[in-house]
Structures are given as C-alpha cells and as structure tokens.
C-alpha cells in the first residue's frame, strides 16, 4: 500500500513551457485535491475532484487545470508556466465516507522551479 | 469558511510536554477540529480531531474548551522528530481544508 505517490519529485522548467504532474492513489479513496505551498505559507488548495470524471475550482486554479479520467490518478496541469507558479505542489486524497471521512492523506509533494 | 488563530512559532524542550494553542471563536456547531502537522520536506500528515469531548490517540491529546472557542493540541513528551508545523483546522462535511500559516514547533535538545 504505497498511499499517495506523486510524479515527478522535482522540476524545473522555463518560462512558457507545460507539463503535467501525476498524483496516484491506492486507497480507493473518492475525493482529491491538489496544493500548493509558497515558502513560510500554508497550503492553498487549486483544484480538487469529489470522483471519477468530476473536477471543481478552488481558492487559486488561475494557470492550471486538473482531469480525473480514473478513480485512482488526478493530473494537474500547467499549460504556459510563469515564474510566480514556482512553488511546491502537494496532492491529497480522502475517502467519502466513514470513521475517518475527512482526514486527508497527502502526497509527498513536487517541487517546481519556473525560470 | 471558519478561520483559526495559531501563534506564529513555539519552542519546547525533548521530552517536557508542549500545549499548542488554537482560537476558533466563529466556529459553528458542526465544525470538526483537526490537526495536522508538516514535517521539513514532507507533506501535511493528520494528527488527532474532534468535535466536542477531549479526545487521544498515539501521537497527541486534543483538548477542546466547553465553549469549543479554542483548544489545545498536547504532545505528552516532545521529541525532536515532532519539530514541525503543526496547523488547526476547522472542517466541516462537504467542505474544504483552509490552511493558515499554522505553528512552527521547535525542540531543542
């Protein structure tokens, strides 16, 4: 049981360029989310997905954008990156229901550098 | 959503106990408190919640004033692998974490 993974650990990436960050879970879990961490700050969230197929905005998905084509995988994707996305994304997943409905499980997060 | 007030930085000695205070005096009825805490380089792992009675489990004590305005997280005897940020959350069904800056928790050896 590997809980949450994230791809790639670390990245840098120039002005202009996309790519896409993996988030993977093996706990079944229905809900996920991603973050992002600017240094001395709490996480903010940027887009989270409540099941297969769905994605919603959250306090800042200006620049990005999110699918969850399976229950298992969330990919966050920058399509033009700007240095002020430099920052540390963490992925998070929890289950919809149960004893512990609302703890959230997080991944170890991604490190990304926009120059 | 509901906000919490943390201090900034707290500082404790290994193995003395330490109280990590949070004020939520808007929270509703419903909110849950959680606590979660965020080691150097590691994403935010969950440590204790509650709703309204005192609650403990194997890393830490929550203890929840009556009027449920404030409470308190409790690490009985702190080691140095708890120096972290710990953040208070309020969170309720259907809704999403809103993290603050949280408590940066120094243990000097």
């Known amino acids: 049981n590997a809980g949450v993974t994230q791809t790639p650990k670390f990245r840098v990436l120039k002005t202009g360029q996309s790519m896409t960050l993996l988030c993977a879970q093996d706990?079944?879990?229905?809900?996920m989310y991603w973050y992002r961490q600017d240094p001395g700050m709490g996480l903010r969230l940027i887009h989270y997905?409540?099941?297969?197929?769905?994605?919603a905005k959250g306090e800042v998905p200006d620049g990005y954008n999110v699918s969850r084509l399976k229950k298992q995988n969330f990919l966050l994707g920058l399509e033009s990156a700007a240095p002020s996305q430099t920052s540390v994304y963490f992925c998070?997943?929890?289950?919809?229901?149960?004893?512990?409905?609302?703890?959230?499980?997080f991944g170890p997060g991604t490190r990304l550098t926009v120059l | 959503d509901a906000k919490t007030t943390q201090p900034n930085s707290m500082e404790s000695n290994e193995e003395e106990p330490v109280h990590l205070p949070c004020n939520h005096s808007?929270?509703?009825?419903?909110?849950?408190i959680h606590w979660y805490r965020q080691l150097p380089s590691q994403g935010p792992e969950y440590v204790i919640h509650?709703?309204?009675s005192n609650v403990n489990n194997r890393m830490a004590s929550l203890a929840i004033a009556e009027d449920r305005k404030s409470s308190t997280l409790i690490l009985h005897r702190a080691t140095l692998r708890d120096a972290a940020v710990y953040y208070c959350?309020?969170?309720?069904?259907?809704?999403?974490?809103?993290f603050g800056p949280g408590t940066r928790l120094s243990v000097l050896p």
């Open positions: 808007t929270i509703s009825g419903t909110d849950y």
């Open positions: 959350i309020l969170m309720n069904y259907g809704q999403n974490f809103v």
């Open positions: 509650g709703l309204t």
């Open positions: 706990m079944n879990h229905e809900y």
């Open positions: 998070a997943s929890r289950p919809l229901e149960g004893r512990i409905a609302d703890t959230q499980y």
């Open positions: 997905s409540v099941g297969e197929g769905t994605t």
